[in-house]
Nanobody
């Protein structure tokens, strides 16, 4: 069993940056690809990014491409999501999740993800 804890969320102004962390316990994180997802109020959860188990490939939703960067430090059992040029529409609860499959090049099928964290709130507002 993998226990995931996200941190780093908060209230940010548009145009600013924030780095989220996803720390794992109970298992080695490098056994999994890791996805980042977000859910805004009244909206369905959507995939944001995915990083392969070794960190050699990354994938992004079009809405965050060029602004967000996912990375991982397997020695620390932690995955990060660096978010730059934040926009109000980035406001959501951000969660990380493990996948025993490779990241998909065609999206973020949530059925592929098994262990989920509770999420951290990111609010972007002036």
């Amino acid at each position: 069993q993998v226990h995931l804890v996200e941190s780093g969320g908060g209230l940010q102004q548009p145009g600013s940056s924030l780095r989220l962390s996803c720390a794992a316990s109970g298992s080695r994180l490098d056994d999994y690809a890791i996805g980042w997802f977000r859910q805004a109020p009244g909206k369905e959860r959507e995939g944001v990014s995915c990083i392969t188990d070794r960190g050699d490939y990354t994938f992004y939703a079009d809405s965050v491409k060029g602004r967000f960067t996912v990375s991982r430090d397997n020695a620390r059992n932690t995955v990060y999501l660096q978010m730059n040029s934040l926009k109000p529409e980035d406001t959501a609860v951000y969660s990380c999740a493990t996948s025993s499959y490779a990241c998909s090049a065609y999206g973020f099928p949530q059925i592929d993800y098994d262990y989920w964290g509770q999420g951290t709130q990111v609010t972007v507002s002036a």
